[in-house]
């Protein structure tokens, strides 16, 4: 079993930042993705950023140039830098990961952090 352990949300303001952060742990060989997404209420659940363990990134075209995403490869970690973020930018954020937990098992797992909520105020 693999734990995902959001933090860093809040309240700001309109053109605040926020750093959000997740660590996994538990079984855990390789992570093939980790990431962000977002669901505000009433929408689907979408893709913020993700990282890819070939060292790829995937932005949502909302995060684009406000958004940053990183990791701490050694921690098992990643961070989401959210800069000029706006009201419509609140909502539940995700972190998501795809886990591959022995080299003796061929087969990843997706598992899902509990979520933090992102309050923009205008």
């Known amino acids: 079993q693999v734990q995902l352990v959001e933090s860093g949300g809040g309240l700001v303001q309109t053109g605040g930042s926020l750093r959000l952060s997740c660590a996994a742990s538990?079984?855990?060989?390789?992570?093939?993705?980790m990431g962000w997404y977002r669901q505000a209420p009433g929408n689907q659940r979408e893709l913020v950023a993700i990282?890819?363990?070939?060292?790829?990134?995937n932005y949502g075209d909302s995060a684009k140039g406000r958004f940053t995403i990183s990791r701490d490869g050694d921690k098992n970690t990643t961070y989401l830098q959210m800069n000029s973020l706006k009201p419509e930018d609140t909502g539940v954020y995700y972190c998501?990961?795809?886990?591959?937990?022995?080299?003796?098992?061929?087969?990843?797992?997706?598992?899902w952090g509990q979520g933090t909520q992102v309050t923009v105020s205008s």
């Open positions: 990282y890819t363990s070939g060292g790829r990134t």
């Open positions: 538990g079984s855990i060989f390789s992570i093939n993705l």
């Open positions: 998501k990961a795809i886990v591959k937990s022995s080299p003796r098992i061929a087969a990843s797992y997706q598992y």
